[in-house]
T-cell receptor, first 112, second 114 residues
Framework: KQEVTQIPAALSVPEGENLVLNCSFT??????LQWFRQDPGKGLTSLLL?????REQTSGRLNASLDKSSGRSTLYIAASQPGDSATYLC???????????FGKGTSLLVTP | DTAVSQTPKYLVTQMGNDKSIKCEQN?????MYWYKQDSKKFLKIMFS???????INETVPNRFSPKSPDKAHLNLHINSLELGDSAVYFC?????????????FGPGTRLTVL
C-alpha cells in the first residue's frame, strides 16, 4: 500500500526566502505526482503535476522535482511571499484514474 | 464558470438523519471522486466513478452510497449519520487520457453531525 510522507509538518520563514518542501512515497511504481495548495477552510488548488516519466515541472516561482527511484519529490518555492502561506499537499497517483494517496501536508507560514 | 461545484457548502444535522451532498463538474471529465478530510486534515479516498461505473470503493461503511446519474454528476448519500461522519467532503474530477490525469477539486462540504 502506497504511503506518502511530508516533511516538515510545519514551516515558518521570513518573506523573500527560498524554501523546499519534501515528499516521500513508499512505492516507486507511480503514474504521476501532484502538488496542491489548501488555504484554511477552502478547497484544494492544483499547483503542479509531474508525470512518472518527467524529472521536474515549473510554474512561476514554483518548481517541483521527482525522483521515482528514490521515492522522493520536492517543491521549491522561490522568493516566498506572505500570500504563499497555506498548507501544501503532495499526492501520488499509482494508476490512471485511480485515487490520489495524500500526505498529511506541510503548513507554511511566510511572515512579512 | 466553476469547474467542480458542491452543494451545500455547510451541512449541520442531527445524528440518525439521512443527508445528501451533490457534486457537478463542467469540465467534461469522465472520472469523479469523493474524498473525506478528517479533523486532522488528512485526505482519504472514498469512491471513484468512471463513466458512471464504480471503480473504487474503499472501506467505507455501507451507510454511504454514491450515485452517478450521468458523467457530470456524482452525489453522495449518507444514511443514519453518526458523530464520526463529521468531516469535510471533497468531490474531484479528472479525465483519463494521455498521461495527465490532473484531479480538480471542489470547494468542499463541511458536515457537522450533532
Amino acid at each position: 500500500k502506497q504511503e506518502v510522507t511530508q516533511i516538515p509538518a510545519a514551516l515558518s520563514v521570513p518573506e523573500g526566502e527560498n524554501l523546499v518542501l519534501n515528499c516521500s512515497f513508499t512505492d516507486s511504481a507511480i503514474y504521476n505526482l501532484q502538488w496542491f495548495r489548501q488555504d484554511p477552510g477552502k478547497g484544494l488548488t492544483s499547483l503542479l503535476l509531474i508525470q512518472s516519466s518527467q524529472r521536474e515541472q515549473t510554474s512561476g516561482r514554483l518548481n517541483a522535482s521527482l525522483d521515482k527511484s528514490s521515492g522522493r519529490s520536492t517543491l521549491y518555492i522561490a522568493a516566498s511571499q506572505p500570500g504563499d502561506s497555506a498548507t501544501y499537499l503532495c499526492a501520488v497517483n499509482s494508476n490512471s484514474g485511480y485515487a490520489l494517496n495524500f500526505g498529511k501536508g506541510t503548513s507554511l507560514l511566510v511572515t512579512p | 464558470d466553476t469547474a467542480v461545484s458542491q452543494t451545500p457548502k455547510y451541512l449541520v444535522t442531527q445524528m440518525g438523519n439521512d443527508k445528501s451532498i451533490k457534486c457537478e463538474q463542467n469540465l467534461g471529465h469522465d472520472t469523479m471522486y469523493w474524498y473525506k478530510q478528517d479533523s486532522k486534515k488528512f485526505l482519504k479516498i472514498m469512491f471513484s466513478y468512471n463513466n458512471k461505473e464504480l471503480i473504487i470503493n474503499e472501506t467505507v461503511p455501507n451507510r454511504f452510497s454514491p450515485k452517478s446519474p450521468d458523467k457530470a454528476h456524482l452525489n453522495l448519500h449518507i444514511n443514519s449519520l453518526e458523530l464520526g461522519d463529521s468531516a469535510v467532503y471533497f468531490c474531484a474530477s479528472s479525465q483519463i487520457s494521455g498521461n495527465t490525469d490532473t484531479q480538480y477539486f471542489g470547494p468542499g462540504t463541511r458536515l457537522t453531525v450533532l
